[in-house]
């Protein structure tokens, strides 16, 4: 069964400070990783997909990175307008849907 | 703007009363699902279609029909709702296998329903 796993399930850092958010996923043959952005009470907004291992992609102050095994979600120099929770997926080879984990909820204090 | 649009937003009605909820894409997508959401137990697929008259159950079926008579609109229909089925529900769309590896989905603004 496809699985995804996201740690930790919340973080709060202060303005400035960097750090990575981690999304572990089992799937029978990837065929892309997801990463959304979702404000409290507002429907999830797409970041970044990711499709083979080493890939790389970076948005602003985001940068998302995938192992076979995992991603990283890198956030330098947050500010607070970045506070939000972010949300991983998992699409398996053959398949349309999205398989979620649960999300990190990130505040970045000023 | 392409777009994602659900309505209502927001909805608080009574055990037992039929209600719809509409979702409507301007992308000219083939796939389109409807998700819950509720603390906790993260993104839940209800129902997804693969193209026109073409539907099919999801994670958690139960309690709710689909159906897709045109390529842009996507309704989810409650026929008998129960508390149980309070939350945030949301539309998503995307293309289909458009022969590159992944197709990221376009979500709706989100439906809290509160059934009493």
């Known amino acids: 069964e496809d699985q995804v796993t996201q740690s930790p399930e919340a973080l709060r850092l202060q303005e400035g400070e960097s750090s990575s958010l981690n999304c572990s996923y089992t799937v029978s043959g990837l065929r892309g990783l997801f990463w959304y952005r979702q404000d409290p009470g507002k429907g999830p907004e797409f970041l970044f997909t990711?499709?083979?291992a080493g890939e790389e992609k970076e948005k602003e102050r985001l940068k998302a990175t995938l192992t076979k095994k995992e991603s990283f979600l890198h956030i330098t120099a947050p500010k607070p307008e970045d506070s939000a929770t972010y949300l991983c997926?998992?699409?398996?080879?053959?398949?349309?849907?999205?398989?979620f984990g649960q999300g990190t909820r990130l505040t970045i204090n000023p | 703007e392409a777009q994602v649009t659900q309505n209502p937003r927001y909805l608080i009605t009574v055990t037992g009363k039929k209600l719809t909820v509409t979702c409507s894409q301007n992308?000219?997508?083939?796939?389109m699902s409807w998700y819950r959401q509720d603390p906790g137990l993260g993104l839940r697929q209800i129902y997804y279609s693969m193209n026109v008259e073409v539907t099919d159950k999801g994670d958690v079926p139960e309690g709710y029909k689909v159906s897709r008579k045109e390529k842009r609109n996507f309704p989810l229909i409650l026929e008998s709702p129960s508390p149980n089925q309070t939350s945030l529900y949301f539309c998503?769309?995307?293309?289909?296998?458009?022969?590159?590896?992944?197709?990221?989905?376009?979500f709706g603004p989100g439906t809290r329903l509160t059934v009493t």
């Open positions: 997926a998992v699409q398996a080879r053959g398949a349309q849907k999205l398989v």
């Open positions: 990711l499709y083979s």
């Open positions: 992308m000219n997508h083939e796939y």
């Open positions: 998503a769309s995307s293309f289909r296998n458009r022969g590159r590896a992944g197709d990221e989905q376009y």
